[in-house]
């Protein structure tokens, strides 16, 4: 088993639709990492947050340490939102990243 | 603010020969610098961490002879793949942060493709 699951693997939406990924982790952590990789391979970091929400345009991040789950959320998704989105947890010495979940937004 | 930038985009290569990438942070000091590699469809997997004028610590299975990382400066690393073969084709991608633990955020560079022919 992994120690960062992401779910769902694949993610499919119209544009305009409130899509959520969730990301479960196993192990303790200091942080967590929301990232953003596009079909050309960049990455973009999204949010790092250790507690609570944050919010950057349309997109919201969540985490609850607690449970050792966050979510991802985007709001009035649109076509170019449609990109692999990477949760990442900051374990003592190395970040152990998620397999990713695939996002397509149609128009 | 906190751009990394990676050189080249994407190289191709004859297998035997040696290929070098270029990492730099272009707006801040980037006291550590990690690279990555990944293969198709798969999650990033870490090789290697370099600190600024110390030698790099390189992950389990990781062949430090293979991968030659210098991180000589606050703003630049490379990563040479010497003597590439074909099973070394892959996406690699470093990051930097400002500080030496892995809590503090890490920004990343666009990658780069390697493809040895």
């Known amino acids: 088993k992994n120690e960062v699951e992401q779910s769902p693997q694949n993610l499919t939406a119209q544009e305009g639709e409130f899509i959520t990924i969730n990301c479960s982790y196993s192990v303790g952590i200091s942080a967590l990492h929301w990232l953003q990789q596009h079909p050309g391979g960049g990455i973009v970091s999204l949010f790092m947050l250790s507690s609570g929400k944050k919010k950057h345009g349309r997109l919201i991040a969540t985490i609850n340490i607690q449970e050792k789950h966050s979510s991802l959320h985007i709001t009035a998704s649109h076509p170019r939102d449609s990109a692999v989105y990477i949760c990442a947890v900051y374990n003592t010495d190395k970040l152990i990243f998620g397999t990713g979940t695939r996002l397509q937004v149609f128009p | 603010g906190a751009v990394v930038s990676q050189h080249p985009s994407w190289v191709i290569c004859k297998s035997g020969t040696s290929v070098k990438i270029e990492c730099r942070s272009l707006?801040?000091?980037?006291?550590?610098m990690f690279w990555y590699r990944q293969f198709p469809k798969q999650s990033l997997m870490l090789m290697a961490t370099?600190?600024?004028?110390?030698?790099?610590?390189?992950e389990q299975g990781v062949e430090k002879d293979k991968f030659l990382i210098n991180h000589a400066s606050l703003t630049l690393s490379t990563l040479t793949v010497t003597s590439a073969h074909p099973e070394d084709s892959s996406f690699y991608i470093c990051?930097?942060?400002?500080?030496?633990?892995?809590?503090?955020?890490?920004?990343f560079g666009p990658g780069t493709r390697l493809t040895v022919t």
């Open positions: 707006d801040f000091q980037a006291t550590t």
């Open positions: 370099s600190n600024e004028g110390s030698k790099a610590t390189y």
């Open positions: 990051s930097a942060s400002s500080g030496t633990s892995h809590t503090y955020e890490q920004y």
